[in-house]
């Protein structure tokens, strides 16, 4: 970023002094949370679970991963997932107390 403020006002190249501490820097991380690269076998696993009608929080367990991140992956590939479908409670109505 340093370098561009010297580029801006007309310098082709910093000072020396700058130079010198931009080329001897640290390769900076990532502010966001290290993310854990899918392997071939990561990868594989996943078509295979998902083939067997495994439910996506099941898959994200064996693998070790979050549900979110095995949906995307999943997405992004065209794996189909099966759908989690949570079934609502019947709903008791007065009519039916009254017929028992």
């Known amino acids: 970023m340093r370098l561009n403020w010297f580029f801006?006002?007309?310098?082709?190249?910093?000072p020396a002094?700058?130079?010198?501490?931009?080329?001897?820097?640290?390769?900076?991380?990532?502010?966001?949370?290290?993310?854990?690269?899918?392997?071939?076998q990561d990868h594989e696993r996943l078509k295979?679970?998902?083939?067997a009608g495994r439910r996506p929080n099941?898959?994200?367990s064996e693998l070790n991963r979050s549900e979110?991140?095995?949906r995307v992956r999943a997405?992004?590939?065209?794996?189909a997932l099966?759908?989690?479908?949570q079934r609502r409670k019947p709903v008791k109505s007065a009519g039916s107390k009254a017929r028992m």
């Open 17 to 40: 002094h700058c130079r010198r501490e931009i080329e001897t820097a640290p390769i900076m991380q990532s502010g966001y949370p290290l993310l854990k690269k899918w392997t071939a």
């Open 82 to 85: 099966r759908l989690v479908i």
């Open 48 to 51: 295979a679970l998902a083939d």
């Open 8 to 14: 801006a006002f007309g310098t082709s190249t910093a």
């Open 68 to 70: 979110a991140a095995v």
């Open 58 to 60: 099941e898959i994200a």
């Open 75 to 79: 997405w992004q590939h065209g794996i």
